[in-house]
């Protein structure tokens, strides 16, 4: 019975997304609903069938990247005061179809808004930076240029920052700040 609730929950997800963002990249249905069958066994069983039905590494990825997700990470995600930042360094690095079935199976209403902030606003932002801003302002390129990009993109998504000249800013107080790399 939860397995059949669970699976009408999914199928209204991914009803949902198709609905809501039609110009996205498909959803692997079909994975979302074999996740959502094999979702009661334990992750060596589920490493088992992967193994067997011999996915493909991708596939095997989003499978076990769903039931390797932790309390914490649900408990958080349902938190009313969270940063958009964090919703995106939470959600981010998880396929759409992760995403889906975390939303199909959690009642959780702030877990949802924050999954559809997510989708809406957080998913497409990008930087008005570049590297070769970086290299203009005097920074030496190297491995700190990420670090930089990803303080100016959280402080973009909690909307401290939203122009260019915002950015190059941030940019310049985060150099003056620390070392990184300043000719």
Known sequence: KKTSVFLKSIENQISWFKREYP????????????IGLIEPLNINNIKLICKKFAFRRGEEKRILAYKKL????IKELSRDKIKASRVFSFLEPLSYEVIILI???????????????????????????????LHRLGLTPGPYYQKIFRRV??????????TKKEELELIKKISEDKSYGAK
């Open 153 to 162: 993109l959280n402080a973009k998504l909690d909307s401290l920052v939203k």
């Open 103 to 133: 939303k199909a199976k959690f009642k959780n209403k702030k877990l949802k808004k924050h999954i559809k902030d997510f989708f809406e606003i957080y998913n497409g932002t990008h930087l008005y930076i570049s590297g070769a801003d």
């Open 23 to 34: 110009k996205r990249r498909k959803l692997d249905a079909w994975l979302i609903y074999f």
């Open 70 to 73: 932790k309390p914490q990470f």
